[in-house]
């Protein structure tokens, strides 16, 4: 993981690398972008043959600090610039935005920015503090991402579920009219109310949703399976798995006065899918845990799909 993080800030507590610029407060948009090491622009120039023949309809997305090529893209790609990022989450969220991370993965292939939105919500009870994540890609492998992201304070789980009955994404590709699209984001992400309004909601729903024991045990069961394939070994790794998200719903202190009920299945699903140990942490394990983070874990969603259909 760590050579992929190229350059970042983070605020307070060391992220999931421990790399970075840290500082106490989270700055504003013009300190996060030099602090993050993202205070440089992407050049488009053309692309020439070993004998000089320019190649057509493509162009180098070169970095023009050390010119470094960051990728290969064709004559309709527009580049979003790093300032340009910021200066969209600005637009968007006003002047209660602080930024509480940023930073660059793959020598600036990947870039982007964690925002907190100024306003805390309290829903059945619990302390929820919504995120924007801004993603952006300077080598053509991708579109900009922006997506509001829920943490639970009192254990910092991701709530992002997929409702059916709010908008909690939205991506722009870098073709056609860019000021368009930004204006088009700046009129569907301001989202964050409707999403929250729509979780909290769902989230009464959950609670009201009543779970024995034997729901739980068989929702687990689903949720990790034992391969029919599988080695003693490896089904008595996923047992290990099982047992520790049971412990979670059952056990975790923060879940004891919730209830037996869907909400608190959630949660504990929720808590595994941030915190828990892999059997096999890869290189790139925090890398894909922060992903997630505005992506959407899979796990949490298959839990929210069992609970749904139950």
Not at 84 to 92: H, W
Not at 212 to 226: A, H, M, R, T
Not at 289 to 295: D, G, N, V, Y
Request: charged share 25%.
């Amino acid at each position: 993981m760590a050579a992929n993080v190229e350059t970042m800030f983070y605020t307070r507590e060391k992220p999931w690398h421990g790399l970075g610029v840290r500082v106490w407060e989270a700055p504003s948009s013009a300190d996060a972008l030099r602090l993050a090491g993202l205070d440089w622009q992407v050049l488009q120039e053309p692309i020439y043959t070993g004998t000089g023949e320019t190649v057509a309809g493509y162009k180098a997305n070169v970095r023009d600090n050390d010119r470094k090529v960051l990728g290969v893209v064709t004559d309709r790609y527009k580049v979003i610039q790093n300032r340009e990022a910021f200066a969209f989450t600005d637009s968007l969220l006003g002047n209660g935005v602080r930024y509480e991370t940023a930073g660059s993965l793959q020598e600036g292939k990947k870039v982007w920015i964690l925002a907190r939105l100024p306003r805390e919500y309290i829903i059945s009870g619990e302390r929820i503090s919504p995120y924007l994540v801004f993603s952006n890609t300077h080598d053509g492998s991708g579109a900009v991402r922006v997506a509001l992201t829920p943490i639970r304070v009192v254990c910092n789980n991701t709530l992002n579920l997929a409702l059916a009955t709010a908008k909690r994404s939205w991506t722009m590709i870098h073709t056609g009219n860019i000021k368009d699209k930004i204006r088009e984001a700046e009129d569907t992400l301001f989202m964050a109310e409707e999403y929250m309004d729509s979780l909290g909601k769902e989230f009464g729903r959950l609670q009201g949703q009543k779970l024995s024991d034997s729901q739980v045990k068989g929702f687990i069961e689903q949720l990790l399976p034992v391969e029919k394939d599988a080695t003693p070994v490896q089904g008595k790794n996923i047992r290990r798995l099982r047992e520790d998200m049971e412990r979670r719903y059952y056990d975790a202190p923060d879940l004891q006065d919730v209830g037996d009920n869907a909400y608190r299945f959630i949660n504990a699903v929720s808590d595994f899918a941030t915190h828990s140990r892999p059997l096999r942490r890869t290189a790139n394990y925090k890398e894909n845990l922060f992903i997630r983070t505005m992506e959407g874990n899979p796990l949490i969603d298959k839990a929210y799909q069992l609970v749904g259909a139950a």
